[in-house]
């Protein structure tokens, strides 16, 4: 007898290694100036939020941040948290809206052919937008704790930031749909 739950084993054992890759890919940087820099561990909750679940997503952006928070240069501070609450909101989000256009009948594999991949691109560019505001909420607040607060670190490059947010959510929307429909068609998820 088959059971079919909302959270199988193998769907669990996608969802760490896509944690796994969070923490790998946010220690590939590239640095823009002095404050900003990009890193592209947010593919790993994009590809998570498209293929599963807003839940999966939430998961994975959450538990992805907080161990990068916690292995990287940061380690365990009161704000770890604060800092891994953007990443789970944008896999949140994009989940939801991947729900919204599957009840349309759009999958990975037949959104780049269809009018719903702008909308769909939209809700990639909203949790990206979503995820980077969040982030200076937390910069803000782990400023203001710890007590480095500079306008300029925190608000001065907030356009630039939202701008960079933006570029990487259609990349990241635009490369996930056929890597999500290829590991679908091999039967991999």
Known sequence: MKRNTVFSVRRLV???VLVALYVVLGFVKIPIGNMLRINFASF???MCAVTFSPI???MVGFLGEFLSQILGPYGLTPTTVLWALPEAVRGLLLGLAMLLLAKKGFTPGNMAKSKSFIWYLVACVIAGLAASSLNTLALYVDSKMFGYYNYYMVFGVLLVRLSIA????VA???VTLPVASALRRNKII
């Open 172 to 174: 990241f929307g635009t």
């Open 56 to 58: 999966d997503g939430l």
């Open 44 to 46: 790993a909750v994009v």
């Open 166 to 169: 933006a570029v990487m959510s």
């Open 14 to 16: 996608m969802d760490a």
